[in-house]
Each structure stands twice: as C-alpha cells, then as structure tokens.
C-alpha cells in the first residue's frame, strides 16, 4: 500500500528542523516509487535514479541540482517530442509520411 505524501507545510517543518527525516522520507518514496513500477521498468527507473543523484552530488547548491535536473527532463522531452514529429535525430529532416494529401475544399468568397 502507498504511503500518502505528508502535506506541504509538514515537509517544510522537516526541511527546517529534521533534513535527515526529509531525506530519509524521499528515499523511502523514491523506492517505493519504482518498486510499484512493473518489473520491466525497474531496471531504466533505477538507472534514471542514479544519474538524478549524481546531478545532486555534483552540484555546489540545491537550486544547481534542480536546474540540472530541469535539463535532463527538458532534453529528454525533446527527445520524445522529435520522436512523435517523426523527426529524424541525425539530419532533423521529417520522416516520409503515409497520409494521403488531403483534399481542399474551395469555398464561395461571395459574403450573403
């Protein structure tokens, strides 16, 4: 059964006067988190995991860690993006299509 996330106010409590049991709270989540992830995707959500918490043992600060992190998201739903356009990633040239060209109508110009 999921664990409820404690409300924001609480988090902030923690954050302020116990960081350890705020930390030991996201763990516990993150892990949870992937743990009720079907088996096929454990191994990739591990994997992403790693290289979140490497971007938060690399930076000087947390807002260095959020940005980065932002980045890594940013770059991967450009990747999805270009991916459903149908855009090819080594010479950004589209696809071919297999939709037919559609038929344009011609309509009266006359206003009634």
Do not use: W
């Amino acid at each position: 059964m999921k664990k409820p996330l404690p409300s924001f106010e609480r988090m902030a409590e923690m954050a302020k006067n116990d960081p350890d049991a705020l930390e030991r709270l996201r763990l516990e989540m993150v892990r949870d988190a992937i743990q009720s992830a079907p088996e096929e995707y454990r191994q990739r959500l591990h994997g992403l995991q790693f290289q979140i918490d490497g971007k938060r043992l690399l930076s000087k600060n947390p807002m260095q860690a959020c940005i980065e992190i932002s980045r890594m998201m940013n770059e991967s739903l450009l990747e999805l993006k270009t991916y459903i356009n149908g855009i090819d990633g080594d010479t950004d040239t589209p696809l071919p299509s297999i939709a037919e060209p559609a038929k344009v109508l011609k309509f009266p110009t006359e206003v009634l």
